[in-house]
């Protein structure tokens, strides 16, 4: 069983800078790929970003790209979204989720495990 726990999210004005992070615990995390998905008020939770077991390959939601970037630390069982140039837009809630090795995709379905989000909120 893995236990993910995201952090880093916050108030920030249009244009600023968040890193969040998800810390996983209870499995290997090198077994799994990673991903962020987010939920704005009133709307279904859709993809973000995701990153492969070992970081080689990542994919990116169009409204996302150029500005987020995933990265994993395997040795620190952490996996990071850096966002930049962020847009009220962008307030969600953030949540990572791990997927088995080789699974991860923009599906909500690939992923086994959750975790409880972390707020963002973009202001204008």
């Known amino acids: 069983q893995v236990q993910l726990v995201e952090s880093g999210g916050g108030l920030v004005q249009a244009g600023g800078s968040l890193r969040l992070s998800c810390a996983a615990s209870?499995?290997?995390?090198?077994?799994?790929?990673m991903g962020w998905f987010r939920q704005a008020p009133g709307k279904e939770r859709v993809f973000v970003a995701t990153?492969?077991?070992?970081?080689?390959?990542?994919y990116y939601a169009d409204s996302v790209k150029g500005r987020f970037s995933i990265s994993r630390d395997n040795a620190e069982n952490t996996v990071y979204l850096q966002t930049n140039s962020l847009k009220p837009d962008d307030t969600a809630v953030y949540y990572c989720?791990?997927?088995?090795?080789?699974?991860?995709?923009?599906?909500?379905?690939?992923?086994?495990?959750w975790g409880q989000g972390t707020q963002v909120t973009v202001s204008s």
């Open positions: 989720a791990a997927a088995p090795r080789n699974s991860g995709t923009f599906r909500e379905t690939s992923y086994n495990y």
């Open positions: 209870g499995g290997t995390f090198s077994n799994y790929d």
């Open positions: 990153i492969s077991w070992r970081g080689g390959s990542t």
